[in-house]
């Protein structure tokens, strides 16, 4: 097309939708630029790359909506001159957008739209002394306008895959005999509703079979009750308060000095793959795509591409969530992640390959499709009231609430069970399962109201960090094993690295799990397991206080030391549900003591751990 040919094109089209185009994009590419960079700091979460296109494309169909109406508006009322009110609905969305997205977590709601209203009517105010010249200038700016997005549009996912070929060819080409590496955490699952574990409900009859070829962990304890820490403790193989990864630090994983797990497999000539659903903190924005030459943490639906950008999540948050959607539109299913996985394992079946899945079905709000929704419950949509993202966390629901949502959760993993199997089987058909070492486990548990709390943000009790933990290796590992020793799940990078028979360059502080089942296991097998939660930087109704905790495991002994309350001490083969606090028995003096003198030299070891005054 000439110029004069795409003048006279553009001269056809009427000036709202010109204004609206432009701004649209415009104001979708800043959106995007913005999303990435705030997101460096930490102050929001579940953003890719691909926003810089996403946006531009929603805010483009946004504007043109707005702009039909105003149309509309003419049409009634005649008389009435819009031009200076769509202008000014133009400018203020723009902003609004942009101040939305920096400032919404440092001043109240009201307060960002209030400053986006003055300044979008104060620059609407300039623009409408000389509106001929501005709507002539955004007319002759629009080609240059799409022509920038084009190149945004393609560009982005380019450079994507040509870095993921680029980074496949420089692997080692020497390690074609060496195992392949399936690790998957089943986000917000605690051991005692699986059926693996002992449960009543039959929740994991596939867990079940697979611990029965390989080995269960009875006492696998989660190094925090918290998504981030936990999953940085899985990959660096230390303790919280050694990463010191957690609220006060969420960007510390971008910054660890040593290499992670999925670092040292790539640099044995492994194809990494990560695929999180966790949107909250297992992203590429907090540095968990370090090692992976693939990583997936969005989820590439048209409903995820819709609510992914700025007014997307306004609506979202607050028109859909009121009304019961319970975050199911932008949830990235584990069927879903299943598919992605098999998908991208398919592309190469030559070299080994390490991936990384994190599935968050089990995750609240509980709202799994059916019919495992209603699996265990006479209701025909249970769960779906906890949901913190809409402040429904607290501890006010009634008991059959309770009962409601406990029946939703035990559904959702029931159906994280099913997709593992029909994983397993996917991995089967491209013939990957002979050779494969599979680990499962959890980040942390959940808690409905045993200790006057629900969810887990909130506690270090059992309930919070006792975890599933099985390996499965076919043929390779002892089957039908069950290991009741307490382990950290921290210790899952030295166990891979030792039964791939690799000698670590990393400090891994927790031993390898393998000595558990060697016959000649090493006084290591028994040290103690800890666990630590950081003072809470965001007040959390479900936490009797906000200040730290530690944890502390030593054989069935759980001791807990807070910031701010009493300690407490249970007994795990007495009191599986630590109704019953030890701490003040003069039967328990020289536990106690020891466990404190235990606990006080594990925190010595490092200056960055929560330490008693």
């Not at 003419?74 to 723009?94: D, E, K, M, Q, Y």
């Not at 509980?366 to 009231?385: D, H, L, T």
């Not at 807990?560 to 549900?577: G, I, K, V």
Request: glycine letters at 6%; a negative charge.
């Amino acid at each position: 097309m000439t110029i004069p040919e795409r003048r006279n094109l553009l001269d056809s089209i009427p000036p709202i939708f010109l204004a609206a185009s432009w701004f649209g994009i415009v104001a979708g590419v800043v959106e995007g630029i913005i999303f990435l960079v705030v997101q460096n700091f930490g102050q929001i979460r579940g953003v890719s790359a691909d926003i810089l296109w996403i946006s531009p494309i929603i805010n483009l169909v946004l504007f043109n909506l707005v702009a039909i109406f105003w149309l509309f508006v003419g049409a009634v009322f005649r008389n009435l001159n819009t031009t200076p009110a769509w202008i000014f609905s133009f400018i203020f969305l723009a902003i609004l957008s942009w101040f939305g997205i920096i400032f919404f977590t440092v001043f109240y709601e009201w307060a960002v739209f209030l400053l986006s209203l003055g300044l979008a009517f104060q620059v609407s105010r300039m623009i409408n002394k000389s509106t001929g010249l501005f709507l002539s200038r955004i007319r002759m700016s629009l080609g240059y306008v799409l022509t920038a997005f084009l190149i945004v549009l393609v560009g982005v996912p380019a450079i994507g895959y040509i870095r993921e070929k680029i980074a496949t060819g420089n692997l080692e080409p020497d390690s074609s005999n060496m195992p392949n590496v399936i690790l998957i955490v089943m986000d917000t699952v605690r051991a005692d509703h699986l059926s693996a574990y002992g449960y009543e409900r039959v929740t994991s009859p596939f867990l079940e079979q697979l611990a029965n070829e390989g080995v269960l962990f009875e006492n696998a304890i989660a190094p925090s009750s918290n998504s981030l820490p936990s999953h940085a403790s899985i990959f660096t193989g230390q303790y919280v308060n050694e990463h010191g990864i957690d609220w006060s630090n969420p960007m510390g994983y971008k910054k660890f000095v040593a290499a992670v797990l999925p670092e040292e497999l790539e640099a044995l000539g492994y194809r990494t793959g990560g695929f999180s659903a966790n949107l909250y903190w297992v992203t590429r924005g907090y540095g968990f795509d370090r090692g992976f030459i693939h990583f997936e943490d969005y989820n590439q639906t048209i409903e995820s591409a819709v609510f992914s950008p700025f007014y997307g999540r306004l609506f979202e948050r607050f028109v859909l969530r009121p009304l019961g959607s319970n975050g199911a539109l932008t949830r990235r299913w584990a069927d879903e992640i299943n598919d992605s996985v098999i998908a991208w394992l398919d592309k190469d079946l030559e070299r080994p390959f390490f991936i990384f899945i994190n599935y968050i079905d089990a995750h609240e709000p509980y709202v799994p499709p059916q019919p495992f929704r209603s699996k265990f419950s006479n209701q025909p949509s249970p769960g779906g009231i906890l949901d913190c993202d809409i402040g429904k966390c607290d501890r006010t629901i009634t008991q059959a609430d309770r009962q409601s949502e406990m029946d939703a959760y035990d559904g959702a993993i029931a159906f994280l069970d099913e997709q593992i199997k029909q994983l397993f089987s996917g991995l089967e058909r491209l013939g990957k399962l002979d050779n494969t070492l599979v680990m499962i486990v959890s980040d942390h548990g959940e808690g409905f109201n045993e200790h006057g709390m629900y969810l887990h943000q909130h506690s270090l009790y059992r309930e919070a960090i006792r975890v599933p933990l099985i390996l499965w290796w076919k043929e390779m590992l002892p089957a039908g094993k069950h290991i009741f020793t307490p382990v950290s799940i921290a210790g899952i990078p030295s166990t891979v690295m030792s039964l791939l028979d690799i000698n670590s360059q990393s400090e891994h502080s927790v031993f390898s799990f393998a000595e558990l089942w060697k016959e000649t296991g090493s006084a290591k097998s028994w040290e103690p397991v800890l666990s630590n939660m950081g003072p809470d930087t965001q007040v959390n109704p479900n936490r009797t206080d906000n200040g730290w905790i530690n944890s502390l495991v030593d054989g069935s002994k759980h001791y807990l030391e807070f910031e701010y309350q009493p300690e407490e001490l249970f007994d795990w083969n007495s009191d599986p549900l630590e109704s019953n606090n030890l701490a003040n028995q003069t039967a328990q003096v020289t536990v106690l003591r020891n466990l404190v003198e235990l606990l006080d030299k594990i925190l010595a070891m490092s200056d960055s751990a929560p330490t008693s005054p």
